[in-house]
């Protein structure tokens, strides 16, 4: 088969190249997945460079998501099921940038047919850490202010849409003042550029003195301090995501008044969540998706030999949409 491989970490579109592997066999518990597409996300990106939670060893082959169909299943009732179904592929060790990719059984969720294949490429890292972070995390209340930065990010977007679904409001915060108008239209209640001044500054003239409670931040550094120097002081922000690449700086004495800051993490919550209550959330998705409010803007398209190129699409600054490996 053909796979997308690399043979040392570091900047992928240095590292990625595109060749035939042996197509592998399923164990038991195991399924078969001839991939039909597969996402660029972050997290893809952090691991090819050495930088996320876990280091891969090499040769690797990346992809923590995307779509397929489960053609073969190794010994065991819950693969023999699969096959033959469309699925999203959730992929914790990586390797779905290939022509067939072999998971557990239990890391393959079958879809509902009206769902296009862009949808499901994306159906769960973004949308479930959505869901988790503002619904079940936060649990911001209906008329309640919640803050972002990065916000024109595909997760931003989707942030800002389940504000207008759900009833709170959304203050986002983007790097580029030409992002403004755009996220205004997709239902933004207030947009502001970190390049006009203290974001603190600009929120509080919005929200007033006491500042918000709810905050939720990607990328760390200078932009993750001042969201947090935003916070009231029963205020928490959720750290998600390192895009500056930068340590995060909060004041000490803000922490001990009350403010809060917590990781969040998508596969620590799914662990705790246990099977029956992840299949609600997957439910939830998909109801969600289809109402368009998680449902991910597709962005450029890329054939599996063009891995290289699609890995610096997926960093342009300003892309629109999300990056996919068009696999099969
Ligand atoms: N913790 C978890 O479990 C979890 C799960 C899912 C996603 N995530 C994280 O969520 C974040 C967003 O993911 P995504 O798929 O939505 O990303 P994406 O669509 O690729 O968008 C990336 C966005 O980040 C902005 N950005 C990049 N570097 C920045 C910087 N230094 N300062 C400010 N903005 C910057 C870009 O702004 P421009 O528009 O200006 O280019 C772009 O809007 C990532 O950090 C990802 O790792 C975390």
Redesign the pocket.
């Known amino acids: 088969m053909r796979a997308a491989v690399l043979d040392r970490l570091g900047e992928p579109a240095e590292v990625l190249t595109c060749r035939e592997l042996p197509t592998p066999e399923p164990g038991p518990g195991q399924v078969r997945v001839k991939m039909i597409a597969s996402?660029?996300?972050?997290?893809d990106m952090?691991t090819i460079r050495g930088a996320y939670v876990s280091k891969p060893d090499v040769p690797f082959t990346p992809g923590y998501e995307g779509v397929g169909v489960v053609d073969k299943a190794g010994p065991g009732l819950l693969g023999k099921f699969m096959v033959g179904r469309r699925v999203a592929v959730l992929n914790q060790a990586g390797g779905n940038w290939a022509e067939f990719a072999v998971v557990p059984a239990v890391r393959v969720i079958p879809v509902p047919k009206d769902l296009p294949d862009e949808q499901v490429a994306?159906f769960f890292?973004?949308p479930?850490?959505v869901l988790?972070m503002v619904r079940h995390v936060h649990q911001v209340p209906q008329g309640a202010w919640l803050l972002q930065?990065?916000?024109?990010?595909?997760?931003?977007?989707?942030i800002i849409k389940l504000g207008k679904n759900d009833g709170f409001k959304t203050i986002n915060?983007?790097?580029?003042r030409e992002?403004i108008d755009e996220l205004k239209a997709l239902g933004a209640d207030v947009v502001i550029s970190?390049s006009d001044g203290p974001i603190a500054d600009q929120v509080r003239a919005i929200v007033g003195p006491e500042g918000v409670k709810y905050a939720v931040d990607?990328?760390g550094?200078k932009?993750g301090g001042e969201i947090f120097d935003c916070l009231s002081l029963d205020g928490r922000m959720l750290v998600?995501?390192?895009?500056?690449?930068?340590p995060l700086q909060v004041s000490q004495r803000a922490l001990i008044a009350g403010k809060r800051v917590e990781?969040?993490?998508?596969?620590?919550?799914m662990i705790e969540r246990g099977i029956p209550r992840s299949i609600l959330l997957f439910r939830e998705i998909a109801k969600m998706i289809r109402a368009g409010v998680l449902a991910t803007e597709p962005g450029e398209h890329f054939p599996l030999d063009q891995v290289a190129n699609a890995a610096k699409a997926?960093?342009?600054?300003?892309?629109k949409?999300?990056?996919l490996l068009k696999i099969s």
């Open positions: 996402p660029i996300n972050p997290s952090m994306s890292v973004n479930a850490t988790a930065s990065a916000a024109g990010s595909a997760l931003g977007r989707m915060v983007v790097r580029r992002a970190s990607p990328v550094g932009t998600y995501g390192t895009l500056s690449g930068d990781g969040f993490y998508l596969g620590h919550f997926a960093e342009v600054v300003g892309k949409g999300k990056v």
